[in-house]
């Protein structure tokens, strides 16, 4: 369930200032659709009513470092990067029923990451049993209740680790869709040969700016392996 070398056009040995930026980010949306349906699986495990099993703050760790590093360090930035330089407006426009495009949904991804990390620590610590008296021993009734109050503290962690993991996979998934039917093609429709240049000239310039392939390699690896332990296939999403 790796990624294949084909689509993962932005780690080939040639010159990859000969591709197309959009064909490399669609090619990039692929994969991050794969550790989205990942996120929603462990979701789906760890919380709310289908609730199988404890959370796994490795794989999870896994996850959000490559929400971090392959998402926000480096496709959110080069992406940013290609549409200033590309001069077409997009703040605003339209895409679908009434709903308008904004880079606001990077900004909403990236605070649900964090609100999807804030809330795994608190499992994990509570799981490491590092957290301190966990109530043992201790009154089982009244808000005073230290292992009421910690159980209480431990199910508001899993109840938002759940609702931002969630909102972070459907904002993205969201984003992703719109971007690919509209956002994309507007500025393909629009670009001037100059603001193609530039576009182009900024992407690659941020592609080389950011990690070097050996991180890119690490967040593929890491999605192979939740994909192998979560039974996701490669391009499920939707
Ligand atoms: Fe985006
Ligand atoms: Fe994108």
């Known amino acids: 369930m790796t990624v294949s070398h084909h689509e993962r056009p932005w780690l080939r040995g040639d010159d990859s200032s000969m591709d197309d930026p959009t064909e490399i980010l669609i090619a990039e949306h692929r994969v991050v659709e794969q550790a989205l349906n ?3 699986r462990m979701a789906e495990r760890w919380c709310g009513p289908g609730r199988r099993e404890e959370l796994d703050g490795g794989a999870i760790r ?3 470092t490559f929400f971090q590093i392959f998402v926000e360090g480096w496709h959110f930035h080069r992406e940013e990067a290609y549409f200033a330089a590309s001069a077409v407006p997009l703040e605003g426009f339209e895409v679908g029923a009434g709903d308008a495009f ?3 949904d990077h900004e909403r991804c990236a605070a ?3 609100g999807i990390e804030k809330s795994v620590g608190v499992i994990v610590l509570w799981q490491s049993g590092r957290s301190g008296d966990r109530g043992r021993g ?3 009734s009244g808000r005073s209740d230290p292992a009421a109050m910690r159980r209480a503290e431990i199910a508001a962690a899993y109840r938002g680790f759940g609702e931002h993991a969630r909102a972070y996979s459907d904002v993205l998934l969201q984003h992703i869709e719109n971007e690919e039917d509209f956002v994309y093609p507007l500025i393909e429709r629009h670009l001037t040969p100059d603001g193609r240049r530039a576009a182009a000239e900024a992407f690659h310039r941020a592609s080389v700016e950011v990690f070097g392939r050996d991180r890119l390699e690490e967040c ?3 999605v192979g392996r939740l994909a192998e332990r979560f039974r996701v296939a490669n391009g499920t999403v939707r």
Do not use: D, K, V
């Open 38 to 40: 990942c996120l929603e």
């Open 62 to 64: 896994e996850a959000i």
């Open 220 to 222: 593929l690896a890491i």
């Open 102 to 104: 904004s880079f606001h």
């Open 138 to 140: 201790q009154p089982r």
């Open 112 to 114: 649900h990451l964090r």
